[in-house]
């Protein structure tokens, strides 16, 4: 028995590490396509290249749900709109539009792997040391189910920031080809962004 658990363990930490594998490869698609664009988007980088993401290391039983990471949030901005470096500076500009990308693999109300993407627009920062959008990712982690309440058009506000968007959602396995990629992730958010 001990041994077929033992299997079972790792069959499903190799699953796990395998699907954040895909994860990072249809991230890295999208910033390679949008890169290639007029506007030369490139990821937002908070901490570096990476992607905001809500996790813990608490070892209350409500902490550690959240062991496993199940979002994945990730910006674009032209590369005229931000200082590029180890962190980007997206500064509160205005008409700063910036296009957005998260990857759920669970909600808590969508129990079925979506993407959400499209354009960000009308962002303000209500806060004098938040002078970067790089400071408000953690809302993403914090504030998700406000923030895609609705997965048409976003109208978020809280005491950090306020912003707007139109956004999207496609369910996360209907994505088989660079060429769905491409056609339903990369083509709509540039059409959202290019209408604002």
């Known amino acids: 028995m001990s ?29 390679g396509l949008l890169h290639r664009e007029d506007e030369k988007f490139i990821i937002g980088r908070p901490n570096g290249y990476g992607v905001t993401s809500g996790k813990s290391t608490g070892l209350e039983p409500a902490n550690v749900d959240f062991w496993l ?3 994945f949030t990730v910006f674009f901005v032209p590369e005229d709109d931000t ?4 962190t980007t500076n997206t ?9 957005l990308l998260d ?17 960000l627009y009308d962002i303000r920062s209500k806060r004098a040391d938040h002078t970067k959008f790089e400071h408000m990712m953690f809302e993403f982690v914090n504030s998700r189910e406000k923030i895609f309440a609705n997965t048409l058009e976003m109208n978020y506000e809280d005491s950090y920031l ?19 990629v491409a056609k339903k992730i990369v083509d709509p958010m540039l059409d959202a962004y290019r209408r604002r």
């Not at 041994?3 to 890295?28: D, G, H, P």
């Not at 500064?91 to 296009?99: H, S």
């Not at 990857?103 to 354009?119: D, F, M, N, T």
């Open 103 to 119: 990857i759920e693999l669970e909600g808590k109300k969508s129990k079925s792997p979506r993407v959400i993407a499209g354009v």
């Open 162 to 180: 306020s912003m707007k968007g139109d956004i999207f959602s496609l369910r996360l396995f209907s994505l088989s080809s660079s060429e769905d």
């Open 3 to 31: 041994q077929a658990l033992e299997v079972q363990t790792r069959n499903a930490l190799e699953f796990v590490q395998k699907l954040y594998i895909e994860i990072s490869y249809l991230i890295k698609e999208v910033e």
């Open 69 to 71: 990471s199940k979002t």
């Open 83 to 86: 200082k590029p470096g180890g």
């Open 91 to 99: 500064g509160f500009k205005n008409n700063l539009k910036l296009l």
